[in-house]
């Protein structure tokens, strides 16, 4: 019954945005902290950014300042506003929901990201 739909992705020149989203169904923000994940060829899949039910964020050190992770609990959608992308930013970028308290946690399908000159 959970459903998360990722969009947004595509060709990107560097230094260049891109706003992915991920809209949410069966799920309420309020139990869940949402992330987002990438996973580039041959590499393992990592966590680019969270958002937690009460709102706090982290982010990995390779996009702190440059990404920004948020939500709109109105819509049901997880938004990731990537900036200042670089050719290492190339990944497929995976929404996550993590139910507060246990580890079972829900995948998206992905949307793929390219940057490239």
């Known amino acids: 019954q959970v459903q998360l739909v990722e969009s947004g992705g595509g060709l990107v020149q560097p230094g260049g945005s891109l706003r992915l989203s991920c809209a949410a169904s069966g799920i309420a923000f309020s139990f869940y902290t949402m992330a987002w994940y990438r996973q580039a060829p041959g590499k393992q899949r990592e966590l680019v950014a969270r958002i937690t039910n009460f709102g706090r964020t982290n982010y990995a050190d390779y996009v702190k300042g440059r990404f920004i992770i948020s939500k709109d609990s109105a819509k049901n959608t997880v938004y990731l506003q990537m900036n200042s992308l670089k050719l290492e930013d190339t990944a497929v970028y995976y929404c996550?929901?993590?139910?507060?308290?246990?580890?079972?946690?829900?995948w998206g399908q992905g949307t793929q990201v390219t940057v490239s000159s």
């Open positions: 996550n929901a993590a139910p507060v308290g246990v580890q079972n946690d829900y």
